[in-house]
Each structure stands twice: as C-alpha cells, then as structure tokens.
C-alpha cells in the first residue's frame, strides 16, 4: 500500500505559479504510475497529468497545452506539479493519485487505487 499526502496549494492571481508536491509512503514507491487530477466545484473529477513508474513517460491533458510539468523522484519518494501561467479556470482541489505496476497512464479515475486528500488551489483574476 501507499499513503499520498498533497501541499503546495494557495491562492495566487492568474498568470502566476504554484508548485504542487505529493509525498507518498511505501517501500515500492518506484514501482506506481502516478497521477494528478483535479474537482472544481460541481464538477467531475479530471484527469491533469501522469508519469509512468520510470518517470520515462509523461501524459497530459489537452488543456494543460504546455502549461504544467509532472515529474518524480523515486529517491525521495515524492511527485511534483509545477503548474504555470495559471488561469481562474484551473481553480480546483489537486489530488495526487497513484496504481501499482500499469504499463500505461490512464486518464480514469477508477484506475487508480491510492488517493490522497488533495490540496486547494484558487487563481483569483
């Protein structure tokens, strides 16, 4: 099992930048697709962007559009968000989510077992 724990979230104004970490428990960290999504208020939960176990492959979502950079470090068991030119629209709760051992990045959230509490992010304009 592993246990995912969100920070980094804040308000910030549109154009800026928040840098998003999930710190995850467990001995076999390095071997879970990890992924982010996002809520909005009365809105579905959506897929943000994924990296593979490696960290070899990245997948984001049309609407990032080179806005936001997934990364990992096995070593310290953490995966980061950095997310850029923030727009009011990308305001939402960010929930880190992981699944063990897939050889692809799924953009369901029911492909994902590991869930953290998430951590709110507010883009005033």
């Known amino acids: 099992q592993v246990q995912l724990v969100e920070s980094g979230g804040g308000l910030v104004q549109a154009g800026g930048s928040l840098r998003l970490s999930c710190a995850a428990s467990?001995?076999?960290?390095?071997?879970?697709?990890l992924a982010w999504f996002r809520q909005a208020p009365g809105k579905e939960r959506e897929f943000v962007a994924g990296?593979?176990?490696?960290?070899?492959?990245?997948y984001y979502a049309d609407f990032m559009k080179g806005r936001f950079t997934i990364s990992r470090d096995n070593a310290r068991n953490t995966v980061n968000l950095q997310t850029n030119s923030l727009k009011p629209e990308d305001t939402a709760v960010y929930y880190c989510?992981?699944?063990?051992?897939?050889?692809?990045?799924?953009?369901?959230?029911?492909?994902?077992?590991?869930w953290g509490s998430g951590t709110q992010v507010t883009v005033s304009s």
């Open positions: 467990g001995r076999t960290f390095s071997t879970y697709t």
């Open positions: 990296i593979s176990w490696s960290g070899g492959k990245t």
């Open positions: 989510a992981a699944e063990r051992l897939t050889r692809t990045i799924s953009i369901l959230t029911s492909q994902y077992t590991y």
